[in-house]
């Protein structure tokens, strides 16, 4: 069982950064792909970013790639969001994922198992 807490989420000015986090309650922590999600009011969940097990790989959506990075703290168990030069239609509740262990890099939220509960990101104009 992957517990995942994220963190870091606030009301933010259009152009601003942010930073999420997102700490993880496994010790195999290493072994899993992670990823980041988001929700928004009346659209369905978007894939955002992934960053494999070995963390030698990163994937993003093509809206936010240039913008955000996805990077990872294997000894403490934590991957991270740097979302910068952000746009009002960034604002959304943000999930961190984690899939099965040794998976791939995958963009399908039916690729991860495991889900935190959210962290609202507001973007204003």
């Known amino acids: 069982q992957v517990q995942l807490v994220e963190s870091g989420g606030i009301l933010v000015q259009a152009v601003g950064s942010l930073r999420l986090s997102c700490a993880a309650s496994?010790?195999?922590?290493?072994?899993?792909?992670m990823g980041w999600f988001r929700h928004s009011p009346g659209k369905e969940r978007e894939f955002v970013a992934a960053?494999?097990?070995?963390?030698?790989?990163?994937y993003y959506a093509d809206s936010v790639k240039g913008r955000f990075t996805i990077s990872r703290d294997n000894a403490n168990n934590t991957v991270y969001l740097q979302m910068n030069s952000l746009k009002p239609e960034d604002t959304a509740a943000y999930y961190c994922?984690?899939?099965?262990?040794?998976?791939?890099?995958?963009?399908?939220?039916?690729?991860?198992?495991?889900w935190g509960q959210g962290t609202q990101v507001t973007v204003s104009s």
């Open positions: 994922a984690a899939s099965l262990p040794f998976k791939g890099l995958g963009s399908r939220s039916s690729e991860y198992v495991y």
């Open positions: 496994v010790r195999t922590f290493s072994s899993y792909t």
């Open positions: 960053i494999s097990w070995s963390a030698g790989r990163t």
